[in-house]
């Protein structure tokens, strides 16, 4: 069964940065496309930033540069390099172990696997 912790979220200013790690384990090992997403108060969680196994990676529109996607040799680890973060961003954020379509930049809980963690708060401030 796949099992995945996300954490590393915190308050921090607008303009500022963090990085998000999700540990995963189970049927990771078979996984082609791991991401991460998001879920704003009041709205519908959405894909942030997807990764496949040779490390190819894409982001949503509103991204704009200013996340990395990345993951470590075993794809055990998730991370989520985020820089430049606006009050827009504040969110908790959730890893997908696995989406089944890793390249269109758009993803809602219908693209991936259902097993979520508990997530992580990122709050920004302005």
């Known amino acids: 069964q796949v099992r995945v912790v996300e954490s590393g979220g915190d308050s921090v200013q607008a303009g500022g940065s963090l990085t998000l790690s999700c540990a995963a384990s189970?049927?990771?090992?078979?996984?082609?496309?791991m991401a991460w997403f998001r879920q704003a108060p009041g709205k519908e969680r959405e894909g942030v930033a997807a990764i496949d196994e040779d490390g190819t990676t894409t982001y949503a529109d509103f991204v704009q540069g200013r996340f990395t996607i990345s993951q470590d040799t075993g794809r055990n680890t998730l991370y989520l390099q985020m820089h430049d973060l606006k009050p827009e961003d504040t969110a908790t954020y959730y890893c997908?172990?696995?989406?089944?379509?890793?390249?269109?930049?758009?993803?809602?809980?219908?693209?991936?696997?259902?097993?979520w963690g508990q997530g992580t708060l990122v709050t920004v401030s302005s």
């Open positions: 997908a172990a696995e989406v089944y379509d890793c390249y269109s930049g758009s993803w809602t809980d219908d693209d991936a696997l259902d097993a």
């Open positions: 189970g049927h990771t090992y078979s996984s082609i496309c």
